[in-house]
C-alpha cells in the first residue's frame, strides 16, 4: 500500500504540464489510539488477580496528493500510517496475553478553506480511509504458548481540522488534527478510533 501510495505521487509529479491547483502535503505527527480491548480481553477481565496496561501513543505520518479548485474549496486523498497500539494483560496463576494493532491506509476527503488574511487559512475536512489494520497476539495460558495473526480492511470515516501558512506562493506549512472513526475488525483484529495530530509542509504547483 505504501508503494501504491508513492507510485500515485510520483507520477503526478511526472507529467509534463502541473495544472494550476495541484499541491502535495507530506506531514508526520503523533498518533493516539484508543483500542478497544473488550474482544481480546474476554471473560477474564474483571476477576480476581486480572491486570492490563495499554499504550496508545505512537509515530504517524501520511503523504497526500490535492487539488484546490478555487480559495474555499479542495479535494486531498493518498496514504496515510496511523502507527502502532499495544495491550498487556494477565490474570495471576492463569496466564498472559499480549496484542498489537497497526493501521494504515488510502484517503481521500474534500476540504472547505476559509483563509484569513493573505497567509493565514483554516480548513475542515471530511472523507474516507480504506483501513488495513493488522494485530499480533501472543497467548501464554497454564505454560502453553499460542500465537495469532489476523487482518482487516474496511472504510472508516475521516474528520479533520487544521490551519495553514503560507511561507511563499509555492510552499506553505500546515497543522492538523485527524480524527479516524472504527478502525479495523472488532471481532479479528480489534477496532479503534485514532487521532494524529501532524505539522507538515505543502508544495503547490
Known sequence: MKKLALITICS???FPVCAE???VVGAVGQTTTDL?????????????GFSSTTDGSDTGYKLQLGYKFNPYLAV???????????YQAKQVGVGQLSHSFRAQGLNVAAVGILPLGERFSLFAKGGLLMAQAESDETLTKYGYTTTYSFRSSKLS???GV????DLTKRVALRA????????GDKDKTG????AMLSAGVVFKF
Do not use: C
Open 191 to 194: 477496532q479503534a478510533n485514532i
Open 76 to 86: 486531498e486523498g493518498g496514504y496515510v500510517n496511523l502507527g502502532r497500539a499495544s
Open 162 to 165: 487544521g490551519m495553514g501558512f
Open 12 to 14: 503526478a509529479l511526472a
Open 36 to 48: 478497544d480491548t473488550s474482544a481480546v480481553e474476554g471473560p477474564s477481565a474483571g476477576k480476581p
Open 176 to 183: 492538523e488534527y485527524d480524527w479516524f472513526h472504527n478502525v
Open 157 to 159: 470515516e475521516n474528520l
Open 21 to 23: 491547483g495541484f499541491y
